[in-house]
């Protein structure tokens, strides 16, 4: 059985695009110092080297924050299949989902969705996912379920798996706190 388009967190998709628009920055400021390189006059050296140095630096600067915003992605991920197999698994009794203003890309809202299990203790328990990207068109927070996957030693470490409830379950969020 095929599972249902699954959404994403927002911190594999920019960490990816800041990536590649580092690697644009530094290649086109080397075909930059190159072209000016070409011309033998101290001007031309002095501005080639400055461009360099520019452009060479915000694509540095811009691949390494690329770099680690994927970097914690990855590690979202591994995070949550360590609890998967080491865990102790919940299912969510409610879930709400809160919207974020801080990140919108194509009219779709970055939202975090709060939980509420019951531990095996019988406490109830509120934890909170990461960010992911919610698509407002043709679905409802209804058709939502969520799984809390909790570390036996350290209930503070937890992962918070959002799948749509009719398919096959398909991954929406990754957490780790």
């Keep these: 059985m095929q599972s ?11 960490g990816i695009i800041f990536i590649c628009i580092g690697l644009f920055i530094a290649f086109v400021g080397v075909a930059i110092f190159l072209g000016i390189r070409t011309i ?18 915000m694509g540095v600067i811009f691949f390494i924050v690329g770099f680690v915003i994927h970097s914690i992605h990855r590690r979202a991920e591994k995070k949550l299949l360590e609890l998967k197999d080491y865990g102790d698994r919940y299912d969510a009794e409610e879930i709400t989902l809160v919207s ?20 095996s203790s019988g406490q109830r328990c509120r934890v909170k996912s990461r960010l992911f990207m919610w698509n407002r068109w ?10 809390i996957y909790v570390d036996r030693q350290d209930p503070s470490h937890y992962a918070v798996e959002i799948f749509i409830r009719e398919g096959a379950g398909g991954q929406v969020d990754l957490d780790f706190t």
Excluded: K, Q, W
Aim: net charge negative.
């Design 4 to 14: 249902l388009p699954t959404f994403r967190s927002p911190l594999r998709f920019l």
């Design 40 to 57: 033998d006059t101290p001007e031309a050296r002095l501005g080639s080297i400055i461009t360099l140095a520019v452009t060479g630096g």
């Design 138 to 147: 043709g679905r409802e927070h209804d058709d939502l379920g969520a799984i």
């Design 100 to 119: 974020s203003n801080s990140v919108v890309i194509n009219n779709n809202p970055a939202v975090f969705a709060e939980c509420i299990y019951t531990n």
